[in-house]
């Protein structure tokens, strides 16, 4: 059946109705809040523009956009890593700015169809059904599709290839059987990488066509915060929680894909725990705007001590306090088969 797109601007990451809403609630104003990069520039600016009609701020958002159009980010999902988070970015600036666009419509619309037209983006966007950036290359197709829906007549199979592979092959066909749990394979930093292209593409797949997917039947993306929760160490590092190091693992913080993640599902599928996870690591800018969870509940008040990660590790904790200064014990021990390749370690029956 043809999906359920709406004929209005914005549909990536919220709706016209929700940004009228928005509007109301900061009472028209928002100060952008930008860390000089293209990307933070686009989303910070460019939600400005959407709350209160700032041209100034829009012509900021488009400016950066523009920038990220070159030749190299339409070629290849796999060329670098950023590809999919620049085509990303430069569908949300079309969409969230799209009545201000002006001369620069063409070539922010001309980069996201070359990716997906000339250079066949969504043939090659699967890396394979267990890999981290199958998912995250996803998020490309389906951002351009939504900015250019009712525009581009290919645009809702760009969609459909995106749901394909996310849905059908990543999710359905591999993950929610093989980690039903929520935990990852390829350890904690890879799971940032590839739950984003679960969280955070369902979030947009259910603001965009009205089908939420944060249910029962998909295990692994209603679980796969909760891992994360479960992997907090019980003390502080420099002031900031710390993830135990599990797999191939460099960076232990919980960073800013984590934190969208997990506010992504705890809205989606009411999980307070993903609030509270999202709440630790500062959910900020137009982020607490659009993603701000409506419960928080922290794990004390619920989630069991132990937890066993099919098929990866078990976990047991003598209590939830990982305060500085925390008395409680984690305990975590690896017990799964060895599989050679990809970002595993040499860990099995190994304990923390």
Same mark, same amino acid.
């Given at each position: 059946?043809?999906?359920?797109?709406?004929?209005?601007?914005p549909?990536?990451?919220?709706?016209?109705?929700?940004? #009228?809403?928005?509007?109301a609630?900061?009472?028209?104003s928002?100060?952008p809040?930008s860390?000089?990069?293209?990307?933070?520039?686009?989303?910070?600016?460019?939600?400005?523009y959407?709350? $209160?009609?700032d #041209?100034?701020?829009?012509?900021?958002a488009?400016?950066?956009?523009?920038?990220?159009? $070159?030749p190299?980010?339409?070629?290849?999902?796999?060329?670098?890593?950023?590809?999919?988070?620049?085509?990303?970015?430069?569908?949300?600036?079309?969409?969230?700015?799209?009545?201000?666009?002006?001369?620069?419509?063409?070539?922010?619309?001309?980069?996201?169809?070359?990716?997906?037209?000339?250079?066949?983006?969504t043939?090659?966007?699967?890396?394979?059904?267990?890999?981290?950036?199958?998912?995250e290359?996803?998020?490309?197709?389906?951002? &351009?599709?939504?900015a250019l829906?009712?525009?581009?007549?290919?645009a809702?199979?760009?969609?459909?290839?995106?749901r394909?592979?996310?849905? =059908?092959?990543?999710?359905?066909?591999?993950?929610?059987?093989? $980690? %039903? =749990?929520?935990?990852?394979?390829?350890? $904690?930093?890879y799971?940032?990488?590839?739950?984003?292209?679960?969280?955070?593409?369902? @979030?947009?797949?259910?603001k *965009?066509?009205?089908?939420?997917?944060?249910?029962?039947?998909?295990?692994?993306?209603?679980n796969?915060?909760?891992?994360?929760?479960?992997l907090l160490?019980?003390?502080?590092?420099?002031?900031r929680?710390?993830?135990?190091?599990?797999? =191939?693992?460099?960076?232990r913080?919980?960073?800013?894909?984590?934190?969208?993640? !997990?506010?992504?599902?705890?809205?989606?599928?009411?999980? %307070?725990?993903?609030?509270?996870?999202?709440?630790?690591? *500062?959910?900020?800018?137009?982020?607490a705007?659009v993603?701000?969870?409506?419960?928080?509940? &922290?794990?004390?008040?619920?989630?069991?001590?132990?937890?066993?990660f099919? %098929?990866? +590790?078990?976990?047991?904790?003598?209590?939830?306090?990982?305060?500085?200064?925390?008395?409680?014990?984690?305990? !975590?021990?690896?017990?799964?088969?060895? +599989?050679?390749? @990809?970002?595993?370690?040499?860990?099995?029956n190994?304990?923390t």
């Amino acid at each position: 059946a043809a999906l359920k797109i709406s004929s209005e601007h914005p549909r990536i990451f919220f709706t016209k109705a929700e940004a #009228e809403n928005f509007k109301a609630q900061l009472h028209g104003s928002y100060p952008p809040q930008s860390d000089g990069s293209a990307r933070s520039i686009i989303r910070e600016h460019g939600f400005t523009y959407v709350i $209160t009609g700032d #041209e100034v701020a829009a012509a900021k958002a488009i400016a950066a956009a523009v920038q990220l159009c $070159t030749p190299e980010v339409s070629m290849s999902p796999q060329g670098g890593h950023d590809n999919f988070e620049d085509l990303l970015d430069i569908s949300i600036c079309y969409d969230w700015c799209f009545p201000v666009l002006g001369s620069d419509k063409e070539i922010l619309s001309r980069t996201l169809v070359d990716a997906m037209e000339k250079y066949q983006y969504t043939k090659k966007m699967s890396r394979g059904p267990g890999h981290n950036m199958s998912t995250e290359n996803s998020l490309a197709p389906l951002a &351009a599709g939504l900015a250019l829906h009712g525009e581009q007549p290919n645009a809702e199979r760009w969609m459909l290839d995106a749901r394909r592979v996310v849905v =059908d092959e990543c999710i359905r066909g591999h993950l929610d059987k093989f $980690t %039903p =749990d929520g935990d990852d394979f390829e350890g $904690t930093q890879y799971h940032g990488a590839r739950y984003q292209g679960e969280g955070i593409w369902c @979030w947009l797949w259910l603001k *965009g066509t009205g089908e939420n997917l944060f249910t029962s039947q998909h295990p692994q993306l209603i679980n796969g915060v909760n891992w994360w929760i479960y992997l907090l160490q019980p003390f502080l590092e420099d002031h900031r929680p710390f993830h135990l190091s599990q797999g =191939d693992t460099n960076h232990r913080g919980i960073s800013g894909r984590n934190v969208t993640s !997990a506010a992504a599902l705890s809205r989606a599928a009411r999980n %307070p725990y993903a609030g509270w996870y999202a709440a630790q690591g *500062g959910l900020s800018g137009w982020e607490a705007v659009v993603l701000r969870p409506e419960a928080i509940k &922290a794990p004390g008040e619920g989630l069991p001590l132990y937890k066993f990660f099919r %098929p990866n +590790m078990a976990i047991i904790r003598s209590g939830w306090n990982i305060a500085e200064g925390s008395k409680d014990t984690q305990f !975590a021990f690896t017990c799964r088969d060895y +599989m050679q390749g @990809w970002h595993c370690h040499q860990d099995v029956n190994h304990f923390t």
